[in-house]
């Protein structure tokens, strides 16, 4: 191989591990997982985990980054050994997070490379993540408030950089999310277990729903005001097709009849709802003042059908419960005090990563707004 030929490699390898620092900071696992191998590996025995391939690289990826409430992580030039169309180094990091449950901490670490020439380009063939040092006292700072985040949104934005939805301000809730965001959710909605579709409107769900339920079946619908406004639960609670559970359970006495309620909204056939929040992960968000609603979508209807629309679209976890606290629970909470003479609160909180049963659950994410 010649001065120039290795020069070049060179070159290319640390592209590559710049490359993957970025991904990890803006968040994009997709491309992250496209820097390594087809049967690539990535290592990381301290967490632990062990992902194999692109798409358990993504996929894995995405389950650790939903549980951050923020991530920095800074990695150093190492060494570099290349042997024809195989090489291996060394990356060495800095990293600062803290997670959703409070942990934070800062520690010093090293990636021990094995890359490999494809026609693509120089990629990994595995990363192990070695930490050596560690440092759990509970960071002092924080994430930038939502003035901050908008600043830098604006800064982002003018600079043609980050995409919107890595700096997303509860003024945004209200609004749907881009195309590209739109794809990317149903795309991860997808690889997670869930059946996914795009659809343009409340009515086009409207028809959807239709033709998703079997006669005969019993059905349940959420209290939801997407499901208000788009006439859907008008159309199963008044449609001899189906046998409707609420307009039931709402004439029962709470008293002498209570058990066999909750076997009925806990345990139908089809339970159609909406939700708080879709991540842009694949994750659904789901809140209840009572909880009455959760064993249906957590697993106990045969099938559940959501319908989400595109102003619910955020990154992650973290900006799912922002959206929860500043956004959904204020207008529900208006809503509540004028049905029910008192405000709503966030009293379960229930989060499906990923739904293990195939064809179960049925996301129509819609790419207009409505609902809460």
Known sequence: MNDFQEIADRVEIEALRTEFTDAVMMRDRARLAALFTPDGV???????????????????????????????????????????????????MQEIARLLDGRSGQNFAVYHDTYRRTAEGWRFA?????????????????????????????EAGSAGGTDASATQV????????SADRLDRT??????????????????????RVRELIPAGASVFTGASETL???GIADDIETDDRYEAVRPRVVTMDRATESDL??????????????????????????????????????????????????QKVVPDLG?????????????????????????SA???????????????????????????
């Open 186 to 207: 149903v795309a991860a909605l997808r690889a997670n277990g869930f059946t996914a579709e795009l659809l343009d409107d409340a009515a086009s769900a409207r028809a």
């Open 170 to 177: 509860a003024g945004d809730f209200a609004a749907p999310a």
């Open 346 to 372: 966030v009293n379960r909180l229930l989060v499906l990563n990923a739904e293990p049963q195939p064809g179960r659950g049925t996301v129509l994410l819609l790419r207009e707004a409505i609902g809460f």
């Open 228 to 230: 208000r406004l788009s």
């Open 42 to 92: 990535l290592r990381m025995p301290n967490v632990p985990v062990e992902f194999t391939g692109r798409e358990e690289i993504r996929t894995g990826g995405e389950r650790l980054q939903s549980q951050w409430d923020f991530f920095v992580q800074n990695s150093h030039p190492g060494t570099v050994r290349i042997d024809g169309d195989t090489a291996a180094g060394r990356t060495y």
């Open 126 to 154: 595995e990363r192990v993540y070695e930490v050596r040092y560690a440092d759990t006292t509970p960071l002092a700072g924080s994430a930038p408030g939502p003035d901050a985040r908008a600043h830098d949104a604006g």
């Open 261 to 310: 309620i909750r076997r009925l909204v806990a345990t139908p056939d089809v339970f159609v709802a909406s939700v708080t929040a879709v991540t842009e992960t694949g994750s659904l968000v789901i809140v209840s003042g009572s909880g009455s609603q959760l064993p249906a979508s957590a697993g106990g209807a045969g099938k559940a059908i959501w319908i989400v629309g595109a």
């Open 319 to 343: 900006t799912a419960l922002r959206r929860v606290e500043e956004h959904a629970l204020p207008l529900e909470s208006a809503r509540a005090q004028v049905a029910y003479g008192q405000p």
